[in-house]
């Protein structure tokens, strides 16, 4: 950025800054920090799958939010859990020094990989923000066939 504006005079408002799960939220930073170093506001950021871990409904100075720039857009596509049915059941043992079992607990997660949280100017949630078509089930399904993000690039190649 630094080079970009001193050697090529560019502006930072017209940068536009694409980041994918934890990357959406480093991108945040980078408006933010622009900001505060007085160089302006960042012209857009768009988001894909901001990550959920530690960030959903957290401090707007940790995670993507509109102040971050002159406008973000975000594309959640993979803030359902990651189990079939759309739950994932943990069972929870506490048990005494002698090893036997004292209270059984049972407890349901209901998050995804991504945050389902508004986050910027416009939120767009296809398929409601769920299971993309074509996805598995497993952890390493969402990894692998993350079609949100595929999905962005695939609309500048027409």
């Not at 012209?43 to 530690?54: F, K, N, S, W």
């Not at 401090?59 to 973000?72: C, G, H, M, S, Y």
């Not at 990989?113 to 598995?136: E, K, T, W």
Request: glycine share 14%.
């Amino acid at each position: 950025m630094c080079f970009g504006k001193r050697e090529a005079g560019t502006r930072i408002e017209e940068v536009h800054v694409v980041g994918h799960s934890l990357g959406s939220h480093l991108a945040s930073y980078i408006g933010s920090t622009l900001k505060d170093m007085g160089w302006g506001n960042l012209g857009r950021i768009t988001g894909l799958d901001p990550a959920e871990v530690h960030f959903e409904y957290a401090d707007p100075r940790v995670r993507l939010d509109p102040e971050d720039a002159l406008f973000v857009d975000v594309v959640h596509t993979d803030a359902s859990p990651l189990a079939i049915g759309g739950k994932m059941w943990i069972l929870i043992l506490r048990v005494s020094a002698k090893g036997n079992i004292v209270e059984r607990r049972g407890l349901f997660l209901m998050t995804g990989l991504g945050i389902v949280q508004p986050s910027g100017h416009v939120d767009f949630y296809p398929n409601s923000g769920a299971r993309m078509p074509g996805c598995g089930f497993s952890l390493q399904d969402s990894i692998e066939r993350k079609n949100g993000s595929t999905v962005y690039g695939r609309k500048y190649e027409t």
